[in-house]
C-alpha cells in the first residue's frame, strides 16, 4: 500500500530511485520539463500539471497513541445553509457516497483534513496526533480557525499502515474525512469503516474533470467537497475567492517571476530528491506565478535523485530545499560534486526551508497554511530570483 510523500521533519519511506534512460547529461537534461499552470482561479486549477516522479511504497512509522474518550457532540455549521444542503451524495475517489444530515460528529484521519474543517466553522470531534507534537493536533498557523471553530478535539492515532476502526467507531462519528490520508486506503478498510460512518475520500475528479491523485488534489478542491460534506459550501467559496486574490496580487506584484522554474526538494537516505509536479508544495510554487519543474517518465509523488544525477536540475532558477529538522542536509546537499555546477548555486537560488513551523504549513496547504506560507515565502523569493548570487535570502524564523 502506498505511503504520502515524505517531508524531511517525519519519518517517511525511502522513494525509488530515479530510472533515467541515458547517460549523457543532455539527455537527462532534455527529460527537464516544466508546466505553466493556468492562472485564473488558480486554487481551482491547481492540478493542471503533468505528474512526472518516481514513487514510494512502503508505509510510514508512526508511534501508536492510546485511545481518548469521545468529545463532547459539536454542530458542524452554521443550522441555517447545513440543514437545506442534506442529503447530499459525493463522488469519491471510493465511489459515491451520501451524507443524510448535517453531520455533528466528525472524525477525521489525514494530516490537515481537520485544518480544512476549523476554516469551514465545522469542529470536529477527534483529529490525528500532530506529526510535529502540536497540541489539539492543529499547528499554530490555525489556532485562530480552531479557536473560532470552538474546536476542542480529541487526539489519536489513526493506523499507520490499517486504520484502527474500533478505536475511531470509539468516537462515535456521523461522519469520518479522509481526503489526505497517511497511507492509501484499501477497499477493505473504506467497507469497513463504512459501517461506522460515510466516509469521504477525496474527490474523484479535479475542477477541470481529470481524475485526481493521491496527495495531490488542490486546496479548492478538497475544500469544495468537504464543504458539499458538512453543508458550508458558502464559507468555502468566500475562502477561495480570498486565497485566490493573495495569490493573484503575489503575481501582479511580480512579473519578473513569469517563466522562472522552481521545484522543491530535500535530502534523505544519502540522495537528493524532488516532489511531483502536482504535489501541494509545488501548487504553491505555481500559485504564485512560478513554472513548477517536471521530470518525465515516472507518475508518482516523489523521486530520489543520485549525485551523478543532480545535474537534471541544472536548469533551475530556484530550488525550496526542506531542511528544517535535519539540518545535516543542508552540508550533505552542498558537499554534492555536482551541486555547485547547478544554475541555483550560479544566480543565488537556494532557499532554505530551516524553520519547522513554516515547513509545517507549507506541507499542510490548509487555507490558514497557505496564508501562512504566502507571507513568509514572499521575501524569500523575491532574493533567490533576483538573478543576482550575492544577495543573501533571509531565511524565514518564525521566532523573530
Known amino acids: 500500500m502506498s505511503a504520502r510523500p515524505a517531508q524531511t521533519s517525519h519519518p517517511a519511506p525511502r522513494p525509488a530511485a530515479a530510472t533515467l534512460p541515458s547517460t549523457d547529461p543532455h539527455e537527462r537534461t532534455s527529460m527537464f520539463t516544466t508546466t505553466t499552470k493556468r492562472r485564473a482561479g488558480a486554487l481551482g ?65 489525514g494530516s490537515h483534513e481537520h485544518e480544512y474543517l476549523y476554516a469551514l466553522g465545522v469542529a470536529p470531534v477527534a483529529v490525528p496526533e500532530s506529526w510535529q507534537g502540536y497540541a489539539n493536533g492543529t499547528g499554530p498557523w490555525a489556532e485562530e480557525d480552531r479557536l473560532a471553530a470552538g474546536a476542542e478535539p480529541e487526539t489519536f492515532t489513526p493506523g499507520t499502515e490499517v486504520y484502527d476502526a474500533e478505536l475511531i467507531a470509539s468516537f462515535e462519528p456521523d461522519l469520518i474525512v479522509a481526503t489526505y490520508p497517511n497511507h492509501t486506503m484499501t477497499q477493505e478498510e473504506y467497507d469497513l469503516l463504512s459501517g461506522i460512518a460515510p466516509v469521504v475520500t477525496r474527490t474523484a475528479t479535479d475542477a477541470e474533470g481529470n481524475e485526481t491523485a493521491e496527495w495531490n488534489v488542490s486546496l479548492a478542491d478538497e475544500l469544495t467537497l468537504l464543504a458539499e460534506a458538512t453543508g458550508t459550501t458558502d464559507e468555502a467559496e468566500a475562502i477561495i475567492a480570498e486565497i485566490d486574490a493573495a495569490f493573484a496580487e503575489v503575481r501582479d506584484a511580480h512579473p519578473e517571476w513569469e517563466g522562472k522554474t522552481s521545484q522543491v526538494g530535500g535530502f534523505y537516505a544519502g540522495q537528493a530528491f524532488v516532489y511531483s509536479a502536482n504535489d501541494t508544495r509545488n501548487q504553491f510554487l505555481a500559485n504564485v506565478g512560478l513554472d513548477v519543474a517536471s521530470i518525465e517518465g515516472t507518475s508518482e509523488a516523489w523521486m530520489q535523485i543520485s549525485a551523478e544525477q543532480l545535474d537534471i536540475l541544472g536548469d533551475l532558477d530556484s530550488i525550496v530545499w526542506q531542511v528544517a529538522t535535519t539540518p545535516e542536509a543542508r552540508d550533505e546537499l552542498q558537499s554534492l560534486s555536482l551541486f555547485d555546477s547547478l544554475n541555483i548555486s550560479e544566480v543565488g537560488g537556494s532557499i532554505w526551508l530551516s524553520d519547522p513551523i513554516l515547513e509545517g504549513a507549507f506541507f499542510a496547504n490548509s487555507p490558514s497554511s497557505v496564508t501562512y506560507s504566502i507571507e513568509a515565502f514572499v521575501p524569500m523569493l523575491e532574493a533567490a530570483l533576483d538573478g543576482d548570487a550575492s544577495t543573501e535570502v533571509v531565511e524565514f524564523s518564525s521566532e523573530s
Open 45 to 109: 486549477l491547481a492540478a493542471a500539471a503533468t505528474l512526472a516522479l518516481a514513487a514510494c511504497s512502503s508505509g510510514t512509522t508512526e508511534t501508536e497513541a492510546t485511545a481518548g474518550s469521545s468529545a463532547e457532540p459539536t454542530a458542524a455549521a452554521a443550522a441555517g445553509e447545513g440543514a437545506s444542503a442534506f442529503p447530499v451524495t459525493l463522488d469519491t475517489v471510493m465511489g459515491e457516497v451520501t451524507v443524510e444530515s448535517e453531520p455533528q460528529r466528525v472524525v477525521t484521519l
